[in-house]
């Protein structure tokens, strides 16, 4: 079989390779700490998480996707019901909570099911990859160079701290994407797929049991329409080669 090639550009983190799942695990310890530090007040797990999601989102919106928002989103949570409840703040407790925060990014990485594969295939159909992902470069750097990801996206890897429209519609300007054969996949409906719909390139959205909260968005019914949804990376090369397929 003979497929046109496109231009594929993937997202990393919980697109190819697990993250939300290491955050959920620093946020249960970020929890059980609160909940003992707080014991005589009694907020509930579920006041806790709320509000550290209303902080890490604004904190997110407002300064990108930096490595330290996410201790910063744990420390200013505990400073909220520390004024809340009127109880003096602590600085080794703050000191704690930073160290805490940052430990997320010292997890082994680990890369879903059907990586390989799916990269395997869709570099023999002749396609050409791209990897595009959002956070600190060294941090994302780490990550791709554990996956060895370099193997399939050599030097067209971009790295960006804000991932939104301007930063998409930026790369594929930049760099003379061809926009009626360049496919977006990723797992965000707030950094991959609207800004993908909204520069007219195809989009394929990984929907995860375990979503981010920033990453969960409501799309215009039209945008929904121009999106593929699937549950799992392995359908991604089917669906690329469904639309692509040459007709004898």
Not at 141 to 156: G, H, P, S, T, W
Not at 162 to 185: P, Y
């Amino acid at each position: 079989m003979k497929y046109m090639t496109q231009q594929v550009i993937f997202d990393l983190d919980d697109t190819l390779v697990h993250c939300n799942k290491y955050f959920d695990l620093i946020l249960g310890q970020y929890f059980e700490l609160m909940t003992d530090w707080f014991d005589e007040f009694g907020p509930s797990t579920s006041e806790l998480r709320t509000k550290q999601i209303e902080i890490d989102v604004h904190t997110v919106n407002t300064s990108g996707l930096a490595s330290d928002n996410f201790p910063k989103s744990l420390i200013a949570t505990y400073h909220y019901f520390c004024a809340k409840y009127n109880r003096p703040t602590d600085r080794f407790q703050e000191q704690q909570l930073h160290k805490l925060g940052l430990s997320v990014y010292d997890q082994e990485i680990e890369a879903y099911p059907g990586m390989v594969e799916t990269l395997d295939t869709l570099k023999q159909d002749g396609h050409h990859l791209f990897l595009y992902t959002g956070g600190d470069d060294t941090i994302q750097q780490r990550k791709i160079e554990q996956m060895k990801l370099d193997a399939y996206f050599d030097d067209r890897i971009y790295i960006r701290q804000h991932k939104n429209v301007e930063a998409l519609e930026n790369i594929l300007t930049t760099h003379g994407f061809d926009r009626k054969r360049t496919w977006m996949i990723g797992n965000s409906l707030r950094t991959d797929v609207l800004p993908a719909v909204t520069a007219g390139i195809n989009s394929i959205y990984l929907k995860q049991q375990n979503e981010w909260s920033y990453n969960l968005i409501e799309l215009e019914q039209e945008m929904q329409q121009a999106v593929k949804t699937i549950s799992s990376i392995h359908e991604v090369p089917p669906v690329i080669r469904t639309a692509t397929l040459h007709k004898s």
